[in-house]
């Protein structure tokens, strides 16, 4: 995250529209639930799953646990297809999220980032 400076009313530079959602789809699923005082569903079980093996069927459960997440918490998007593929080599999972933004005319969007444990 940027501190950059508004020149017009020297204030801290808003993020908006698809740059916006993208990084609110991130930090719901790396959010664990439990995290966020006053909202305690709010977040993902990913983190829980990562110490799993890595394997089919653990990528099979962190992309449902994905597309829940983003199906209750982020209203403004429509899932069109989660991608999650292990990285058997890096002990990661690699995840592209394709989606459309309801009401603005936008491009279909793709988010993608690696998920990894932190030992």
Not at 61 to 86: A, C, G, K, M
Request: proline share 4%; aromatic share 8%.
């Amino acid at each position: 995250m940027s501190f950059k400076v508004n020149p017009l009313n020297n204030d801290v530079l808003t993020i908006k529209n698809e740059t916006a959602i993208a990084r609110s789809i991130r930090n719901l699923i790396l959010t664990d639930k439990g995290e966020r005082f006053f909202n305690p569903d709010l977040g993902c079980g990913v983190n829980k799953l990562l110490f799993d093996n890595v394997d089919l069927l653990t990528a099979s459960r962190i992309e449902s646990e994905i597309n829940y997440t983003i199906d209750v918490y982020e209203p403004r998007v429509s899932l069109t297809n989660i991608q999650v593929d292990p990285n058997y080599d890096n002990h990661t999972f690699d995840i592209a999220i394709r989606y459309n933004i309801i009401g603005i005319e936008a491009r279909p969007q793709q988010l993608s980032f690696v998920l990894q444990s932190s030992r």
